[in-house]
């Protein structure tokens, strides 16, 4: 007969074993941080040789690093619908940035700090079902910390009428363009804060001397608006019901415009970059006295929030069962004091207007995206798997044991993530469409890339670029390839749909 002692270590042994099978079988925690106009080229495990973004490139080290990875548009709230709804943009409601301007002075900073009427985006419809909705049905607990902009304050669209227990931010994206805002959102309440209500635009005062530092003090203020967001994302963490498991959406006004950060990060890099002329605010946002150390400053402000976080997920005990996404809505900016040459923002893709931000060419949609799950995601891994935004939802959606009956343009990369990706299912092709910026269309097919621009004026020629052999999209092969033509302009009729909303229809393919 055993002794109790030999009888105590085999109880201990299965009720280990029982308990490691439970956590197991536990969905995981996720976490999905946007960065905002992140170039691709804009960290050290993507090439950066600057800017330091040690935590994010330690994410990548324990994770995967993907290197074939698109944002749903070239612009912010487009990418961020696509990311929440699993469709592409022709099929989305959302298809451009709409400030929903007949309500009257909606580009008015003031006014719309004034009259929450004026602020925010034309709202996404109640019918809308997102990501978050979907997590809502298995028991998740959601909140979304940044940036929305699908949605006006006293509307349907907002976060708490769309799949987020818990909200704290911005609103509308144009309030964003200060990063010391007068005010932020904590669920549908307006917060005030301690910032005066600077106008983007604001130009030095006159007289000011653009070479002193204290010329621009007007453009720091008490409350720094990504800190405090950042401060709510860690709460939030904190003070979870600990027995559901939760989506934290963590919409990160980093690093977009304008130039404004900490004076410590722009000390670190004032001093590594040296002397520069300062930005006199030319090309909108707000001066700064050291526009490159600031936009360095930025990235490596969102890195150290980062490491803060991932900190905290280690002390809590959850960073095992906690699957972090990290990517960026499009490419890098051309504006408000933003020196994308320097910085080769965009590597290895052209950082010139035209090419970035706004455009469907490589340097506008190609994002970083890397995916961190310790022992389920393969340590160190680089993954050349084609996907985009949309794919996100089918992704987390299976992770999290949710099974929905809504028709997505997406494909869940769990088989690529957890390494069977022999089994892992593929695009035939990606596909864009963004009635912006002239009225563009867009098509990844394998190796092949199809562009239309300036469809606005009439265009349907198609530019066809082989990107194994030219991945900057130099040389335009529509000529040498006419098979390949008529398949992606069977591929541009086929994905779109005409928009519900006006602004975004492309007449010249309108019913087509």
């Not at 987020?164 to 549908?188: I, K, M, S, T």
Request: net charge negative; with cysteine; charged share 20%.
């Amino acid at each position: 007969m055993p002794s109790k002692s030999i009888v105590s270590l085999a109880l201990l042994a299965l009720l280990a074993l029982a308990c490691q099978s439970e956590k197991e079988s536990t969905p995981p925690n996720i976490i999905f941080i946007l960065a905002d106009d992140l170039g691709y080229g804009e960290l050290g495990s993507y090439g950066q040789q600057i800017i330091q973004t040690p935590n994010i490139d330690q994410l990548a080290s324990e994770g995967m690093r993907f290197t074939n990875f698109y944002a749903g548009a070239p612009v912010c709230a487009p990418s961020r619908y696509v990311f929440l709804t699993g469709l592409h943009t022709g099929h989305a409601y959302i298809r451009g940035n709409d400030e929903w301007a007949e309500r009257g002075a909606v580009w008015d900073y003031k006014a719309a700090v004034a009259d929450p009427s004026l602020e925010g985006q034309r709202p996404i419809p109640d019918s809308t079902f997102t990501l978050g909705e979907a997590l809502q049905t298995v028991g998740y607990q959601t909140a979304l910390v940044g940036k929305w902009g699908l949605g006006a304050p006293n509307t349907e669209g907002v976060p708490n009428q769309q799949g987020f227990d818990y909200f704290y931010g911005y609103n509308c994206q144009r309030q964003a363009h200060n990063l010391y805002p007068a005010h932020v959102w904590e669920n549908e309440k307006k917060v005030v804060l301690r910032n005066d209500t600077v106008p983007p635009g604001t130009k030095l005062p006159d007289g000011a001397d653009p070479m002193q530092a204290q010329s621009y003090a007007a453009y720091s203020q008490p409350d720094y608006g990504p800190k405090l967001m950042h401060d709510k994302a860690l709460s939030f963490i904190k003070t979870r019901d600990k027995t559901a498991p939760f989506m934290l959406y963590y919409a990160s006004p980093l690093p977009h415009v304008p130039l404004q950060v900490p004076e410590e990060y722009v000390t670190k890099y004032h001093e590594i970059i040296g002397e520069e002329d300062p930005y006199l605010g030319q090309n909108g946002y707000f001066p700064h006295r050291y526009p490159k150390a600031a936009y360095a400053g930025m990235i490596s402000y969102l890195d150290d929030q980062v490491g803060e976080l991932v900190a905290l997920l280690k002390a809590e005990g959850i960073y095992e069962n906690t699957i972090i996404v990290f990517t960026s809505d499009n490419g890098p900016t051309y504006a408000g004091g933003v020196d994308a040459d320097y910085f080769n923002s965009a590597n290895p893709f052209p950082n010139n207007y035209g090419r970035t931000k706004g455009f469907t060419y490589e340097g506008g949609i190609r994002v970083p995206m890397i995916a961190s799950w310790p022992g389920k995601i393969e340590a160190g891994t680089t993954s050349n798997h084609i996907g985009s935004f949309y794919d996100f939802f089918p992704t987390f959606t299976e992770l999290a044991g949710s099974t929905s009956a809504h028709k997505l343009d997406g494909i869940s990369l769990t088989n690529e993530l957890l390494g069977n990706s022999p089994s892992q299912k593929t695009h035939e092709y990606l596909y864009w469409e963004f009635p912006s910026y002239k009225g563009q269309q867009a098509v990844r097919m394998g190796k092949w890339k199809g562009i239309r621009t300036n469809m606005l004026e009439g265009n349907l020629s198609v530019e066809l670029y082989d990107l194994d052999a030219d991945p900057t999209e130099q040389f335009n092969i529509a000529n040498e390839h006419p098979d390949v033509v008529k398949k992606i302009e069977q591929i541009m009729r086929e994905a779109h749909t005409e928009p519900e909303i006006a602004k975004f229809s492309i007449p010249v393919i309108a019913n087509n």
